[in-house]
């Protein structure tokens, strides 16, 4: 399984649907081949499950066992006929609702037991867990103001007055907000209470670091060096074999491979002294000239100066000492994003990449 599987949760009108659907053309629009595909009714059969689950003229007539096992059997034909495929064929895919809607709505919602949800939505799903769910969390009284649908579904259309201490609706967003807390590396929430673009911006930070993040956890970087170092003894140009490995071995963000491209950077590390260098190769005179033409460069070397310099240094130290030196040397502001040489330097020191001659 290659792809990213990326799902969206919350209450009925939460806006999640509208975010969903915004992040599919932003991911299309920069290259991803993405799947849009929404719970419960996006298979053959889904369809007419939905009909069964969702239709008014059912309502108070469905058991809420009964129920539960509706949406997980749509699931079960969902992930089989769809996502599965989809993931494996290496494309993102983004569900408008997956499982957590399930332990939410009937866990939460109905009041069915936890553990069991659980353990049949293991059965359902063969274990597929999204890499990133996107809560979009809002208030009811927000949701209130929202527009109704003209129909709106057997499910939409639950009881809103007091069903003991919370509403219906405010047990299932007290679901995933408890999911949201013990899963918090897969669940983010994302306050949906603002403009459609003001949420937006924040569903696009989390799915892009995210992106990122795990697309490079999965690369080991010592690979990405060496064979990186290989390629270019071979003829190919810096910047492509450095490209070139990082897709080879799986990478597959384009965000992470232009966020994160310390090339530069790792041209100049080979270029003084392959890596394993002499005792003060990095003192270079010619900053302003590196600076020049290649900024991520200039980034490494400065790094390096301080880490040899002293091998124990923090990374919040090393970067307070390159941003002072490239301010006072340069005249120029350091951004943010500049840290990535740096931590590329930082990181191969303490991989053992870079050797010291004491
Ligand atoms: P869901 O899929 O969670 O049911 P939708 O995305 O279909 O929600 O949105 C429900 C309604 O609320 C739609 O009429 C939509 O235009 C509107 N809406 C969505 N996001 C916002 C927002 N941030 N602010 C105000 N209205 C919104
Ligand atoms: P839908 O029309 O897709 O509404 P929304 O835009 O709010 O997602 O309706 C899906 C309804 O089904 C919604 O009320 C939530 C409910 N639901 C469950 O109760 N359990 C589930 O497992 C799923 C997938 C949905």
Redesign the pocket.
């Given at each position: 399984m290659s792809g990213i599987f990326i799902s969206f949760e919350?209450?009925?009108?939460?806006g999640?649907?509208t975010q969903a659907k915004l992040l599919f053309d932003h991911l299309q629009a920069r290259g991803y081949e993405v799947v849009f595909t929404?719970?419960?009714?996006d298979t053959e059969l889904g369809q007419e499950i939905?009909r069964l689950?969702?239709e008014r003229k059912t309502q108070g007539e469905i058991d809420a066992t009964a129920?539960?096992f509706l949406?997980?059997a749509?699931?079960v034909q969902h992930v089989n006929e769809l996502i599965r495929p989809s993931l494996d064929a290496g494309k993102v895919v983004i569900s408008?609702?997956?499982?957590d809607?399930?332990l939410?709505?009937?866990g939460y919602?109905?009041g069915l037991n936890l553990d069991d949800l659980r353990m049949v939505q293991n059965v359902a799903t063969g274990g597929l867990k999204p890499d990133i769910t996107i809560w979009i969390d809002v208030d009811l009284q927000t949701v209130q103001k929202r527009e109704l649908p003209l129909f709106s579904?057997?499910?939409?259309s639950?009881d809103r007055g007091d069903k003991g201490e919370k509403t219906f609706f405010q047990r299932?967003r007290q679901g995933f907000k408890e999911a949201c807390q013990s899963e918090s590396d897969r669940i983010f929430r994302v306050d949906g209470t603002r403009s459609i673009s003001a949420v937006f911006k924040d569903v696009k930070k989390v799915v892009v670091n995210q992106i990122s993040v795990r697309d490079l956890y999965k690369i080991n970087l010592k690979d990405w060096v060496f064979s990186t170092i290989e390629k270019v003894e071979k003829g190919t140009a810096w910047n492509y074999a450095w490209q070139e490995t990082y897709f080879e071995l799986g990478g597959k963000s384009k965000e992470s491979g232009r966020k994160f491209s310390p090339m530069n950077g790792t041209e100049i590390l080979y270029r003084l002294g392959r890596i394993k260098g002499s005792r003060k190769p990095f003192r270079n005179p010619e900053l302003k000239e590196i600076w020049n033409c290649s900024t991520n460069g200039a980034y490494a070397i400065l790094a390096l100066e301080y880490i040899l310099e002293k091998p124990d240094i923090s990374r919040s130290e090393l970067w307070a000492r390159i941003q002072e030196r490239i301010r006072s040397e340069l005249g120029e502001e350091p951004a943010k994003f500049n840290q990535g040489a740096p931590t590329v330097a930082y990181k191969l020191w303490h991989l053992g990449l870079i050797m010291h001659d004491k």
């Open positions: 919350g209450i009925d009108q939460s999640k649907s929404y719970e419960p009714g939905r689950v969702l129920e539960m949406f997980s749509d699931r408008d609702r997956y499982v809607s399930t939410a709505y009937q919602g109905r579904d057997r499910i939409e639950e299932v």
